[in-house]
């Protein structure tokens, strides 16, 4: 069992920081990759996000609309939906289109029954 001291722990942070692999620390140090992988992890956690360039798949992008999407072969029920980010197509988005002139005159003459 080899101890990882807090000085070797330091360079293989920085190292990781740099760049370098954890297989490639892991062969400076005579150690396996996953101690490596597993020991930074547990001391410094995961600091960088892998999908830093992901927007998320919500109405904060004023481009794109989210539509809950079947992903198991189109079941009837909610339980196989998933959302889905979709570019926002103004001319069918109901909230940024305005009312033409007959359907606002098909509104006044509609009668409450």
Do not use: F
């Amino acid at each position: 069992m080899t101890i990882i001291t807090s000085e070797m722990l330091a360079d293989m942070h920085a190292r990781r920081l740099s760049g370098e692999s954890n297989a490639s620390i892991a062969s400076r140090y005579r150690l396996k990759p996953i101690t490596v992988y597993q020991r930074l992890r547990r001391e410094l956690g995961l600091r960088q996000s892998r999908a830093a360039n992901v927007a998320a798949a919500n109405d904060n992008n004023p481009n794109v609309t989210t539509q809950m999407t079947p992903h198991n072969g189109g079941c009837s029920t909610w339980s196989g939906v998933v959302p889905v980010s979709v570019k926002r197509i103004p001319t069918l988005d109901v909230a940024e289109v305005a009312l033409s002139a007959s359907e606002l005159r098909l509104d006044e003459l509609q009668v409450a029954a």
